[in-house]
């Protein structure tokens, strides 16, 4: 089967070319680089891996306001709309998502219209985060599942395969929220329309190099995001 990953990218110039390369070592994935305008150059840096690698990688250029969530919808989009690849996979730029758990994601996909790269299907699997962030993170997701009645362990995990029918069916073109709440959002949506989740343990590691994207404003759509999905659906069918 063919696999596409979308790389959503912000001032990753020290992570890109390595990833990349990293991904491109299964012969059956490709890469698109979904580029955020990033001042340091990686869009740039992105440009000179597709001419490297004709055919296998493709960037993307993004213009107006910036987001993590943006990025991800244009990424998605576009690649249902350019790309044949069976399986649409997602993952951060900065190496706490490693490429080498891809080929199980995947694999796992033939039972599973989405599966996640779960950090917390054996336990608590993150390497170098402080112990408010492990603690975040868990009642975050504890939080999502209660108000959701999502039934998968890592509600936040941007480590995602999903089969090309399974992301197609989920409304991208009306999705508002951005940061790490998209996560919860596109994760609902296919889950309201009967998707099957599956997660694949890995070991999630803090970034390599640059600086995290949580800030205070993110936290505050991840805390709305769950509420407002509910209600979306209290009254009608997806």
Same mark, same amino acid.
């Given at each position: 089967?063919?696999?596409?990953?979308?790389i959503?990218t912000?001032?990753?110039?020290?992570?890109l070319?390595?990833?990349?390369?990293?991904?491109?070592?299964?012969?059956?994935?490709?890469?698109?680089?979904?580029?955020?305008g990033?001042?340091?150059?990686?869009?740039?840096l992105?440009?000179?891996?597709?001419?490297?690698f004709?055919g296998?990688v493709?960037? $993307?250029h993004?213009? !107006?306001p910036r987001? +993590?969530?943006?990025?991800?919808? =244009?990424?998605?989009? *576009?690649?249902?709309?350019?790309?044949?690849?069976?399986?649409?996979?997602q993952?951060d730029?900065?190496?706490?998502?490693?490429?080498?758990?891809?080929?199980?994601?995947?694999?796992?996909?033939?039972a599973?219209?989405?599966?996640?790269?779960?950090?917390?299907?054996?336990?608590?699997?993150?390497?170098?985060?402080p112990?408010?962030?492990?603690?975040?993170?868990?009642?975050?997701?504890?939080?999502?599942?209660?108000?959701?009645?999502?039934?998968?362990?890592?509600?936040t995990?941007?480590?995602?395969?999903?089969?090309?029918?399974?992301?197609?069916?989920?409304?991208?073109d009306r $999705?508002v929220?951005? !940061?790490?709440?998209? +996560?919860?959002?596109?994760i609902? =949506?296919?889950?309201? *329309?009967?998707?099957?989740?599956?997660?694949?343990p890995?070991i999630?590691?803090?970034?390599?190099?640059?600086?995290?994207?949580?800030?205070?404003?993110?936290l505050l759509?991840?805390?709305?995001?769950?509420?407002?999905?509910?209600?979306?659906?209290?009254f009608?069918?997806?």
């Amino acid at each position: 089967m063919k696999a596409l990953a979308v790389i959503p990218t912000y001032n990753e110039r020290d992570n890109l070319p390595d990833l990349v390369r990293a991904v491109l070592a299964d012969p059956s994935f490709a890469v698109m680089v979904v580029d955020d305008g990033s001042p340091d150059g990686t869009g740039e840096l992105a440009d000179g891996l597709a001419r490297e690698f004709p055919g296998r990688v493709d960037v $993307v250029h993004r213009t !107006g306001p910036r987001g +993590l969530g943006r990025s991800y919808v =244009e990424g998605l989009q *576009r690649a249902l709309a350019t790309s044949d690849a069976d399986l649409i996979c997602q993952m951060d730029a900065d190496w706490s998502h490693d490429p080498k758990y891809l080929p199980a994601m995947a694999e796992a996909c033939a039972a599973h219209d989405i599966v996640i790269g779960s950090r917390y299907l054996n336990g608590v699997s993150v390497v170098n985060w402080p112990l408010r962030r492990v603690i975040l993170s868990a009642f975050a997701n504890r939080y999502i599942r209660a108000v959701t009645g999502l039934a998968i362990h890592d509600c936040t995990s941007g480590f995602r395969c999903w089969n090309r029918e399974a992301l197609a069916m989920v409304p991208l073109d009306r $999705v508002v929220s951005d !940061g790490y709440s998209f +996560l919860t959002e596109t994760i609902y =949506e296919a889950h309201v *329309r009967g998707a099957r989740i599956g997660e694949v343990p890995i070991i999630f590691v803090e970034r390599r190099m640059g600086l995290s994207k949580l800030s205070g404003g993110v936290l505050l759509e991840s805390a709305l995001t769950p509420w407002r999905l509910r209600l979306r659906y209290l009254f009608k069918r997806p």
